[in-house]
Structure formats: C-alpha cells, structure tokens
C-alpha cells in the first residue's frame, strides 16, 4: 500500500469489516443541494467515490425528476423506483457510543485512570481508556462518539432490477455533466449508518522496524487521539 492516500489505506482496510463503503470525509460537499446537506446520504443515492474519499452524489433515484434533491437534473427516459420507506431495517446505536471500529489484526487493551492521565491533554478526571495495537505496517480507525444508526432496504431485489434496466443511462448522466466514471464505479445506496460526530484515522508505513499504538481517552465528547510509534 506504499503510496497510496489516506482515503484508500482506510476504505482498503475497513471494507474488511463489512460496514458498507468507509468513507474517509463523509459530509457532503457545500456544492451539494442544500436539502441533502442537511439529510446527507439518503436510500436511493446514486454517486461515485471521490480519490479523496467523497460520495459524489449525482441524483436520488426514488425521488421524482422535479424533487428539490435531483435539482441537478436526472438521466434520459428517468422514472423513479416506487419505494415505501416504511419497508426498511433500522437499527438506533447499531454501533454504540465509543465503541471503536479498526482494522483487522489490531489489539484492544484496556488502560487504567492512572495510566492515561499520565499523557498530555487528558482531563485529569478522565477515568481510563483504551489502547489499540496496530500488529500490521498499516491501520485505520473510525471513532463514533456518540454511536451510529444504520438504515438499510428490508428487500433489495427490487434494487438490484432497478440498477440492472437503467444503470447504462447512469453512466451516460456522468457523462453529459463532465464526470469521468469507469465501468464499476458508481454506487446506489441501499443503506447507511449515520451520526453526528466522528472521528477517523489512517497510516501506512512501509517499513517494519515500529510498531504503532494509539491511546483514546474516555470522559471527553470527541476521544482525543495519541499515537504512540515504538522502535521494535
């Protein structure tokens, strides 16, 4: 992974961990409607991902032509999927507040009140925290203070048959507005896990003589990150 950018260490190694496409900026851009600023990403989004680690949205595919959201413009001959947005999974604090989500191959340890008010910028009042161990020359990390809720379609069939009859009109829509899309890599949502705070991290060394440990504070909104590399 010598080389590659943040954004591709992180979604290269959380993808493992199968919670959907890990974006490495998940708010959206200002350029953006400004009612999917505010929603962000909606069941029925259709994008790409950015090298920067964007969801580029292009337009909501069960929303109607004249929908504030599609104010872009749709593609040719564009009907939208019928869809009851009653017929979903969710799940409130389907990944729960604090609860880190890493790389595979990292080791969690818990540290003691005494240990962690040791290092700088912890709240003396702090009581503890954890430390993770990253065992490969790479790691990335996403930190959900305050949890995530995920969404996703309770059928999907219906999503895949939609995709399959218009997705050639998709990449033809990038087309027209000057984005360049190659075969494969545009993306319709059919789930999401959503919060109002996060925290991520990425790191790829090609060398092997350190190895590196990040140390989270407990007892503050935003855990606040120390990365710690040890010569082995």
């Not at 700088?120 to 009042?125: N, R, T």
């Amino acid at each position: 992974m010598y080389g590659f950018s943040d954004a591709e260490v992180y979604a290269s190694l959380l993808l493992l961990r199968q919670h959907g496409y890990p974006l490495w900026k998940p708010n959206p851009y200002e350029s953006l409607p400004e009612i999917y600023r505010v929603t962000g990403t909606r069941l029925g989004d259709v994008g790409r991902i950015t090298q920067d680690g964007h969801f580029h949205f292009l337009f909501n595919a069960l929303a109607p032509a004249d929908d504030p959201i599609n104010m872009k413009g749709v593609p040719d001959y564009f009907e939208p999927l019928e869809f009851d947005m009653n017929e979903v999974l969710r799940c409130v604090n389907y990944h729960n507040p604090g609860d880190p989500i890493y790389s595979i191959g990292t080791k969690q340890y818990a540290l003691g009140a005494d240990v962690s008010t040791q290092l700088a910028g912890i709240p003396a009042e702090g009581s503890g925290g954890i430390e993770l161990k990253f065992e490969e020359n790479r790691g990335a990390l996403l930190l959900l203070p305050s949890g995530a809720t995920r969404v996703d379609v309770e059928a999907i069939k219906p999503f895949r048959q939609y995709a399959y009859r218009n997705c050639e009109e998709w990449y033809r829509f990038a087309e027209k507005r000057g984005i360049e899309v190659e075969n494969g890599s545009l993306y319709f949502a059919t789930g999401f896990d959503k919060t109002n705070s996060w925290e991520n991290a990425a790191f790829s060394n090609p060398t092997r003589d350190a190895s590196v440990s990040l140390r989270l504070a407990s007892g503050v909104t935003a855990p606040d990150l120390f990365f710690l590399v040890q010569k082995t």
